[in-house]
């Protein structure tokens, strides 16, 4: 439980890929999962570790979105 209100905390200023992970996962640990798992599309890195620059944030927004809309090229 402790780990879930770090991770909402780091969230705070990321609403909106917060709102989406949620939208799309449908559940709040099935997102957390995956903000915390390694993406071949980040290079492997996790989206949680790239969301604190503007850069690392669009990338795991636009992979969101190919997922959302089911573009996996």
């Known amino acids: 439980m402790k780990k879930k209100e770090e991770l909402k905390k780091r969230l705070i200023?990321?609403?909106?890929?917060?709102?989406?992970?949620?939208?799309?996962?449908?559940?709040?640990?099935?997102?957390?999962?995956?903000?915390?798992?390694?993406?071949?599309?980040?290079?492997?890195?996790?989206?949680?570790?790239?969301?604190?620059?503007k850069v690392g944030n669009e990338k795991v927004m636009e992979l969101l979105y190919r997922i959302k809309t089911g573009d996996f090229s």
Request: proline content about 2%; hydrophobic content about 35%; charged content about 30%.
């Open 13 to 53: 200023s990321h609403d909106d890929l917060y709102n989406q992970v949620i939208k799309i996962f449908k559940n709040e640990d099935q997102a957390i999962r995956w903000l915390e798992s390694k993406k071949t599309f980040l290079r492997d890195a996790t989206p949680l570790g790239l969301i604190e620059s």
